[in-house]
């Protein structure tokens, strides 16, 4: 039990690494760009950074700072010796010669001001490698109260020196005190880093364009669009991807047209001995039992329709730009002629692409059905943010959370038999999802405000 627990103890702080890791994982893959094009350009992007900061900083440490320290405290040595000539020459003449030595010998610009309190500290740079350096040296070289200016002038170096009876002020060119090629190399380094950077974001583009491409084709094709056949071009796993996608298309449209056409076919045959019974019938003198015979093949019709649309689907319709907004109205005004009230509303761009006869028997059918169950049915259509959104609300009985994905199953009957259509076959929820899936989106069922069943169509827009 003893081994048990030490065992469970060490195990502790292993688990709370592996639990921070994942925690750091996921931070960082909400912050991650979600698009391949971003992500790409920041795995190119950020080694090069992190190299060039790592590179820039081990440079400015260590040889600019030696540089520098070296430049300056050779500068200071000069200056010292200035002051040590001046205070072992005081007299006129003496300091006129050392003043034009120290400027045609040294590059010192030196003059002998009155005595007096030195100016108050300068503001520091951001970059105050120069100032320190400078201020350490003539600590050490010099040993008096000094006065330094390193950012008053562009080119020039401002020093005041206290002395015993006068103030020793002193120009040195910026030039003299540190290494200006520090910054042109660390220049040049961001320079062709950025040249560099600009040439691979051309090539990354190159390379993920035809993988938008074919991403744009399977989202196109996935909603029920037309997609042109592009050729395969990128990378050979991407061609190899395009080619397998056009494949796949070919196949599946092969497979539409294969059953458009048997649908065809078995829609003419039903359809001609339907017409023979029909003719029949016609030909029979009008007795009791005629009728119910003319209503079963009526009824035959019927179901022969919406099997023959629940198998065919939409297949084979393409899409265009549909007024949604009439299309609905047109819905609305079909209800009132059969007796029945459907309010409608729209908002945002009526203009969607759709294929015009699949979608309005999905919401032909759906609408219908709120008709045949309630006696207030109101249907809402909301076009925002990419996606178009239809409510289709009655006050009926609605449907029981537990059967509500079981009603779209075809031939599926519950209780209220809410998934029963027009032609009695209890396909209309099926058709109605067949067609809101097929161009990309879905059909979800809730309460409804008014009390019944709320039917939500979104498809994307």
């Known amino acids: 039990m003893t081994m048990t627990s030490t065992a469970e103890a060490g195990l502790q702080p292993l688990r709370g690494i592996r639990t921070a890791w994942r925690r750091f994982a996921r ?31 081990v440079f400015m440490e260590e040889h600019w700072r030696q540089v520098t320290a070296r430049l300056s405290e050779a500068v200071v040595a000069d200056i010292a010796a200035v002051v040590d000539l001046l205070e072992l020459n005081p007299g006129d003449a003496d300091v006129e010669a050392i003043t034009k030595i120290a ?4 590059g010192l610009n030196i003059a002998l001001l009155p005595a007096g309190p030195l100016p108050p500290a300068a503001a520091k740079p951001f970059f105050d490698l120069l100032d320190r350096n400078f201020s350490r040296a003539l600590t050490k070289e010099v040993g008096k109260p000094f006065w330094i200016d390193t950012v008053g002038r562009s080119n020039l170096i401002e020093i005041r020196i206290q002395l015993d009876d006068h103030i020793l002020r002193v120009f040195a060119r910026r030039s003299q005190t540190y290494a200006s090629n520090s910054l042109i190399f660390i220049s040049w380094m961001i320079g062709t880093s950025l040249v560099l950077l600009g040439i691979a974001i051309v090539f ?3 390379q993920i364009r035809p993988i938008l491409r074919l991403a744009h084709a399977v989202d196109d094709f996935g909603k029920g669009r037309a997609v042109e056949n592009f050729p395969p071009r990128g990378a050979r796993e991407v061609r190899a991807a395009t080619a397998a996608f056009h494949e796949m298309r070919e196949r599946v449209d092969r497979q539409i047209e294969q059953r458009t056409a048997m649908l065809a076919g078995v829609s003419h045959d039903l359809r001609t001995i339907l017409t023979r019974f029909r003719l029949q ?9 005629v009728d119910p ?7 035959m019709n019927r179901m022969l329709e919406g099997y023959l649309a629940f198998a065919r689907g939409d297949a084979g319709e393409a899409t265009m730009a549909t007024d949604v907004d009439m299309l609905l109205r047109e819905l609305g005004n079909e209800a009132k002629i059969t007796g029945h009230e459907a309010l409608v509303s729209f908002s945002g761009d009526p203009i969607v692409k759709v294929r015009p006869q699949g979608f309005k028997r999905c919401l032909m ?4 059905n709120a008709c045949r169950h309630g006696d207030r049915v109101a249907v809402t259509a909301i076009h925002e943010h990419g996606f178009l959104t239809i409510f289709v609300d009655d006050d009926g009985p609605g449907i029981p959370i537990e059967e509500r994905e079981d009603v779209f199953k075809p031939f599926y009957r519950g209780d209220q038999a809410r998934n029963i259509d027009e032609s009695g076959t209890g396909l209309g929820l099926a058709i109605a999802r067949d067609v809101a899936r097929s161009h990309g989106g879905d059909i979800r069922l809730d309460t409804s405000p008014l009390g019944g069943l709320r039917v939500s169509v979104t498809i994307p827009a």
Request: hydrophobic letters at 55%; proline letters at 3%.
């Open 27 to 57: 931070g960082l893959g909400d912050l991650m760009p979600k698009g391949l094009f971003a992500r790409s350009l920041i795995i190119i992007i950020a080694p090069v950074v992190l190299l060039q900061a790592l590179v820039a900083f």
């Open 103 to 106: 400027r045609r010998r040294l």
């Open 204 to 206: 990354l583009r190159n």
């Open 281 to 289: 019938l016609a030909l029979i003198e009008d007795t009791v039992d």
């Open 293 to 299: 015979l003319k209503k079963d093949v009526d009824d």
């Open 365 to 368: 059918n759906l609408v219908k």
